[in-house]
């Protein structure tokens, strides 16, 4: 029936319930679970997710690392929660944030037995909520009748990671810029109810030849604030202004701020920063990679443009790597270095230093 929610529609309404810190049904067969959010998880919840099942708290590698815990299912672990913990218990180990103030978290006592394959499912559906990656899982054999609880099969969570998103485009209007001249803005929406992204045309591009193009992440702290913990508002700047200077050019400005992981954990990393850690080290410390964006978003705007081939306005050797095997032949990549402060001099260090940035 059409009025029934698509399994796509049924990911994103899971995102918001998460969001919300309301627990959603994961299924794998015979198997499921009640999961949470570790961070938006209430005590009274808690409590009622204890009723039903002894709580298990999943949490990535990195972070486990961190905690000095055993990962024994490779990129997660799953914590036994104590009978006596609390929320602040889950917060704390689910949030690096007083580490360094109380390091001692333990004894942690990580789960060989059993399939982790419903908790994996729950870190990538937490994590593209763009939450903490921690999550709360009670496992339970007649957990899909359970009811006024969204449910989803772990496949279909899964989705958050393997799938590419679909991008339709909504409009397009004429948008003089002052660095670039004369241009439009084309606005795309993703087909699983996310934010959308933005494709600003400078000119009138050739689609037969390579397009100067600039695959831009948002950073409302660079692009709007002007800080200068970071070179992403003078890149978006020179890109425009070099657009300008060729006469034309397309900007893919992709709402995936933070590396991906939102502007709240993008914040969270630079409390972290402030303690001593570099960004990727921040990164993992909160659970995350080191770069959780998918180019692949520009791959397709680019399709959606009607472009083929760029010269790319990039010092990322991963963006040219994602764009080619999006199906986009990156002609040129043109080194964009600008941007550099004392304030941001060990940022851009650890750039090139650990994810391999041409600076």
């Avoid at 409590?47 to 490779?74: C, E, S």
């Avoid at 650890?350 to 994810?355: G, L, M």
Wanted: proline share 6%.
């Amino acid at each position: 029936m059409s009025l029934s929610p698509s399994p796509l529609e049924r990911l994103n309404r899971a995102r918001a319930d998460l969001r919300m810190g309301l627990p959603v049904v994961l299924t794998d067969g015979d198997r499921g679970a009640l999961i949470a959010a570790a961070e938006t998880l209430a005590a009274d919840r808690l409590a009622d997710l204890r009723a039903l099942g002894a709580p298990v708290l999943a949490i990535t590698a990195h972070r486990a690392a961190t905690l000095k815990a055993r990962a024994y299912d490779g990129d997660l672990a799953r914590l036994a929660v104590p009978e006596d913990a609390g929320i602040d218990w889950i917060e704390a180990i689910a949030d690096p944030a007083d580490d360094l103030s109380h390091p001692m978290k333990g004894p942690l006592i990580s789960l060989r037995e059993g399939a982790p394959t419903l908790h994996r499912a729950a870190i990538a559906l937490v994590k593209s909520a763009q939450l903490l990656p921690a999550a709360v899982v009670v496992t339970r054999p007649d957990t899909p009748r359970l009811a006024q609880t969204l449910g989803l099969t772990q496949l279909e969570a899964a989705e958050t990671r393997t799938s590419q998103t679909r991008l339709t485009p909504v409009i397009a209007a004429r948008l003089p810029m002052r660095l670039a001249g004369a241009g439009r803005l084309h606005v795309f929406r993703p087909q699983d109810g996310g934010v959308e992204h933005y494709a600003a045309e400078v000119g009138r591009p050739d689609r037969e030849a390579p397009v100067l193009a600039r695959l831009h992440s948002a950073c409302f702290t660079g692009d709007v604030l002007g800080s200068l913990k970071c070179d992403c508002g003078p890149q978006l700047q020179a890109a425009l202004a070099a657009m300008h200077d060729a006469g034309s050019g397309v900007l893919l400005y992709l709402n995936q701020e933070g590396r991906g992981i939102g502007l709240a954990n993008k914040m969270r990393a630079y409390s972290l920063q402030d303690q001593g850690f570099d960004t990727v080290e921040a990164n993992h410390r909160l659970g995350f990679e080191d770069d959780e964006r998918d180019f692949r978003l520009g791959a397709e705007l680019l399709r959606k443009l009607g472009f083929s081939s760029v010269r790319l306005l990039t010092n990322n050797p991963r963006k040219v790597a994602m764009l080619e095997r999006g199906g986009i032949a990156v002609a040129e990549r043109v080194p964009l270095k600008v941007g550099q402060t004392a304030e941001n001099a060990a940022y851009l260090a650890t750039k090139a230093e650990k994810s391999g940035h041409l600076l």
